[in-house]
């Protein structure tokens, strides 16, 4: 068997991530390889974890990127600040906060499950009446941008009630990160973790972390070694800690790095309080699109997720043929739905570099197109102009 | 604070790796970021298997790289294969012995180490005596090249022994493979790891691993769940397993598996057995220099990796100034010693595509001049001429 180098088609990204990569990211991945250890690599990292704190609008020291993809990043949280045990009150509405429970199961703890519908965002009141009825919990952990319904949830309430109970936070802000605000030190966030390929147009692969100094304290304080030696954060500190004795843990990523760093150049450049006011006004524009279809999206309105909107595939329609259809005759990549919505909706991202007029426009007028072939029942000939409208406005 | 892109300096890499990366995989890093769930991924991620076969020898089905780095792959390896109580026996000769020891423990198992000296080989008879001590051992664990001391062990033999004992094998195979021969189904290695950033060429970030039938059913048996979801391959299997129908479990490194996939196709485009004899030569091209120096190699010649080469500091040498003026004048990284050599010696690897008559003399030139610059008590003016007579021989 003789292989060939891969070339890959391109896409355009607009599903749940990852999102399209911008082609600064994407240069940068290209620039040679130095060591990890390298004097300057270090200055690098230095700027990374600045721009991450940036990006997190944090002053947390410990704000390093995971070596790894969001799933580790969101491990790194749950295996460094549960001990076998813990009491933890996982918020779900969607299947990230079940991923939570097993992250949660396998650190040893006990999860306590506050069960919102999917599609809605998480609670308050549930929280706090489960936080009453466990005051022996430590850990409160929600997910603030569910990629798998995008229902956003009001991470300052919920953080503000954890707190009240005495428990740490820990924050899936997956989707969020770059895209709509996430404010770590204003909402009192203990733990947070994101990934690099969504709204911050990197590659998939690294995980940006944040962690406080209660979370820390915790952490240090811990009675039993952390179960991964990978993962464990007093290992981690050492390289990425102090400039002047960077320890060797891992071998770092180098190249992704070199990505990662470019993308936040890119949002440090554009000012992340501008990259919010994007996506919610390119939001805007597709969901006028959406709809003047007659569509609908399946999130309230108040708890609508920017960068990434769940639409109800219409009755009648091949949903998975229609995702086929967009990928083959479009180069358009949009999402299914997971879990107990796999079926019944549409996930069309938003995010990053691909948040913009031109490829908003794209998607409504290929998935009108599609529609209109399969003769779905939709209005047509109104949303690229409904979208435009919006988009210049 | 404005930060900049990042634009790192043209090294040359000849440490313990990252080795230089391959310009065509510097290139595939940058192609356009595609979809995990993309048919078109699904069908690269099929080549990549096969090629990872390839570079193992084996026919494993399980048999692909883990999203993160070698520390990663080693993780995976221990956290799936390791049950709470299980005796497990680890052959230590240098650091990474030590770091699979931690794996265990974390693991919940227990850890029964075999010492050799760092700078030899493990030694198979002692390993022997202590499987006949500890006849309820599970597992055998080994390094079968050092990446701490230029060491290589004699995997066929001690995979031997410990399969008489009904052990399964865990094999560090980080800087072997692609570099000298690393013969999974011919050996009978159970389980076996590896990183992208070595003979490889790759950027770092990917851990290769491959499980025979053996471990995989050890894998099924569990009684307990593996620790870490993000490493469980129950789960990772559901994702590279059948291509039919791939179950999302996390958002693969899109980008980096497009490096490894190219870095794979360089391998197999030469030919393995052609690179191994490459590393063979070329070793003995520095080896030649080396020696024309005066300089002495700490590992005794039949135990030496040739990918990586543990020289001796002369006496009255500051180590890390030799290091710090190669890398500033010369933009030419060489190791340090680790643990109990720090200090005492350098490390000069010569993997992948840095494995050339180019930078074998390259190298050598600038740690004569560097050294003779200090004074230090070697041979001049010889080093090259050896080394070019064995590179052309």
């Known amino acids: 068997m003789q292989i060939q180098s891969f070339v890959p088609p391109v896409r355009t990204l607009m599903g749940p991530g990852p999102s399209d990569v911008h082609p600064r990211v994407l240069a940068a991945m290209a620039r040679p390889t130095i060591g990890h250890l390298d004097p300057q690599f270090g200055a690098m990292m230095e700027q990374l974890k600045y721009l991450l704190q940036y990006a997190f609008q944090t002053k947390n020291t410990l704000t390093i990127p995971v070596s790894a993809p969001g799933s580790a990043g969101m491990e790194s ?3 460094n600040l549960v001990e076998p045990g813990d009491k933890v009150i996982v918020c779900q509405n969607g299947v990230f906060g079940g ?3 097993e992250n949660v199961e396998r650190a040893g703890g006990v999860a306590v499950m506050v069960q919102d519908p999917w599609g809605r965002a998480v609670d308050p009141n549930k929280l706090r009446e489960t936080l009453q009825a466990h005051r022996d919990a430590k850990v409160v952990a929600f997910v603030h941008a569910e990629t798998s319904t995008g229902a956003q949830s009001d991470a300052a309430t919920l953080c503000a009630i954890a707190r009240e109970f005495d428990c740490l936070t820990i924050v899936d802000a997956v989707t969020s990160l ?4 996430v404010l770590v030190d ?3 966030v203990d733990a947070v973790y994101s990934g690099s390929q969504k ?4 590659t998939p692969g690294l995980a940006p972390v944040s962690f406080g100094d209660r979370a820390v304290e915790r ?3 811990r009675k039993q070694r952390v179960a991964s030696w990978f993962l464990d954060l007093t290992l981690v500190m050492g390289y990425w800690g102090d400039k002047g004795k960077r320890v060797y843990h891992h071998t770092a990523p180098i190249n992704p790095l070199y990505g990662l760093h470019e993308s936040l150049v890119i949002l440090h450049e554009e000012g992340i309080e501008n990259a919010w006011q994007r996506h919610a006004q390119n939001h805007q524009a597709l969901r006028a699109g959406i709809e003047a279809m007659g569509l609908e999206f399946i999130v309230p309105e108040a708890e609508r997720l920017p960068q990434l909107n769940a639409i ?3 009755a009648g329609v091949d949903e998975a043929k229609v995702r086929q259809r967009l990928l083959q005759e479009f180069d358009l990549e949009i999402g299914a739905g997971l879990g107990e919505l796999a079926g019944k909706i549409w996930r ?3 995010m990053g570099f691909a948040s913009n007029p031109k490829n908003i426009l794209y998607c409504l007028n290929a998935l009108e197109a599609v529609l209109v072939s399969m003769k779905a029942p939709i209005e047509t000939g109104k949303a690229a102009a409904a979208a435009l409208a919006v988009a210049t406005a």
């Open 77 to 79: 949280c749950f295996v």
């Open 99 to 101: 991923r939570m429970k």
């Open 178 to 181: 770059g895209g709509s605000p």
């Open 186 to 188: 204003e909402w009192g």
């Open 199 to 202: 709204c911050l147009s990197c």
């Open 219 to 221: 952490i240090k304080a």
């Open 312 to 314: 109800g595939v219409p």
């Open 348 to 350: 069309i991202g938003q």
